[in-house]
């Protein structure tokens, strides 16, 4: 199915929750444009871009890159696709940049994965990606159709540096103290100044500990 009007939409989650398989189906089913703030990062790390360079380090020790860079970046790139629907994956991850783009856009809605952080430990040990496209496997949950190897290209798939254990529990201490807050800011914003034709449309999905059953909740 494809929409006929233009939607903007955004997905949260702690690392690991599923952001990009989830947001890989909803864009196909929906016919909307995937932007995903870690994928950006990661292909001017390939490139060897000035950004790159600059950010690898930062992005393997499992900190944030600074909020004006970060908005500056995505701002620009989704002006550049805004005449279609979108769906930002990774954006916002601080008050700061759902400020950012709160003053830019406006959003239709703001999907939430709910994963314990437990679960995100085990599923990140056994995740691969491939690194030009963004797509992930799980060696237990979607596993590639030949182990190591992607299974549109045939390339190979990595581990990423920075799904280490301990840069995992500090990426997910960061989720806590800088990204729980922007749920927070979007139910302020959806519950004071958007129209009640938008807020009906707002919903935040939630999936259990296994990650399988969804709920709509209304915000
Ligand atoms: N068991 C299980 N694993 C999942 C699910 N969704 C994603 N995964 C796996 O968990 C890992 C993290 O998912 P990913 O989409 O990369 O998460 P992101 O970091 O939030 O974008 C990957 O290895 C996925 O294959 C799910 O619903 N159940
Ligand atoms: N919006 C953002 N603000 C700051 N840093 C970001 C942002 N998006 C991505 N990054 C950096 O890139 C890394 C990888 O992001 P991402 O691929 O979204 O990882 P995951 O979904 O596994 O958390 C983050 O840990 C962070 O260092």
């Known amino acids: 199915m494809v929409l006929q009007r233009v939607i903007r939409a955004v997905i949260m989650g702690p690392p690991g929750s599923g952001k990009g398989t989830v947001s890989a189906r909803i864009t196909k089913s929906f016919g909307l444009q995937h932007m995903s703030s870690g994928d950006i ?3 001017n790390i390939k490139e060897k871009t000035e950004l790159g360079l600059l950010m690898k380090a930062c992005i393997d020790q499992g900190q944030l890159v600074p909020d004006d860079i970060m908005s500056r970046l995505i701002l620009n790139d989704l002006r550049k696709i805004d005449n279609s629907g979108w769906l ?7 008050v700061s940049q759902a400020e950012a783009l709160d003053h830019a856009f406006s959003l239709d809605t703001v999907i939430n994965l709910n994963v314990p952080f437990q679960t995100i430990k085990e599923r990140l040990t056994s995740r691969w990606t491939h690194i030009p496209s963004g797509r992930v496997y799980n060696t237990d949950f979607n ?3 030949v182990p190591g190897l992607d299974d549109v290209t045939g390339e190979p798939l990595v581990q990423r540096d920075d799904d280490r254990p301990e840069t995992v529990t500090r990426r997910l201490k960061s989720y806590e103290t800088q990204t729980e807050p922007v749920l927070e800011f979007y139910r302020l914003t959806f519950c004071n100044t958007r129209t009640m ?3 009906k449309k707002a919903v935040f999905l939630g999936f259990s500990s296994k990650g399988e059953r969804q709920e709509n909740i209304p915000l």
């Open 41 to 43: 990062l990661r292909a």
């Open 143 to 145: 596993p590639p159709k």
């Open 197 to 199: 034709k938008i807020l």
């Open 88 to 94: 930002l994956d990774g954006f916002p991850r601080t």
